[in-house]
C-alpha cells in the first residue's frame, strides 16, 4: 500500500485495518490454532448483534479454554448489562471485532443476548403534531 501524494507526508505503512482482524476473533477468544499457524475461520454466528445489543453473564457458563480479550468482555458483562457499544469503548476495540467476539460467546453461552429496550410509538392527535410543525417552522 502507497502512502498519500508525493511529499504529504501520510503513509499507511503498519496499519492494520479493522475487517482483517475480525477472523482473528476466534482466535481471541479460544486460542485454537491449526498446525499452520493460521487460526481457523470461525463458523459464522447465527445471532445477529449490533451496537445497541444489551450483554450480561450467562449463569453458571464455563470460563476455562478463554482467551484474554474473552475474559476481558465477561468482566466488563460482570457487575450488570452492558451494550456492545461499551465494551467496544472500554476495550479500545473497533466495533467489527468485538461484534463477533461477542458473537461467539453468545454462541458458546458464556453471554446472554437481548435486544434493547425501545418503547413503542404513541399515536399522536393532528392537532398537535401541526402546532409542532408550526412551532418548528417558526424557528
Excluded: W, Y
Amino acid at each position: 500500500m502507497s502512502g498519500g501524494p508525493a511529499g504529504s507526508g501520510h503513509t499507511r505503512r503498519g496499519v492494520v485495518r479493522s475487517h482483517t482482524v475480525i477472523p482473528l476473533a476466534q482466535d481471541i477468544v479460544s486460542g485454537e490454532v491449526d498446525g499452520t499457524g493460521v487460526p481457523e475461520a470461525p463458523e459464522p454466528p447465527r445471532l445477529r448483534t449490533d451496537h445497541a445489543t444489551l450483554l450480561s453473564l450467562a449463569p453458571s457458563a464455563p470460563r476455562a479454554g478463554l482467551g484474554v480479550q474473552a475474559h476481558r468482555v465477561l468482566a466488563l458483562c460482570a457487575p450488570g448489562v452492558v451494550s456492545v457499544a461499551e465494551v467496544a469503548a472500554h476495550l479500545e476495540m473497533p466495533g467489527g471485532v468485538v461484534r463477533a467476539l461477542v458473537a461467539d460467546l453468545v454462541a458458546r453461552g458464556n453471554l446472554l443476548a437481548a435486544d434493547p429496550f425501545v418503547p413503542q410509538a404513541q399515536p399522536h392527535e393532528k392537532e398537535f403534531l401541526e402546532r409542532i410543525l408550526d412551532g418548528l417552522q417558526k424557528l
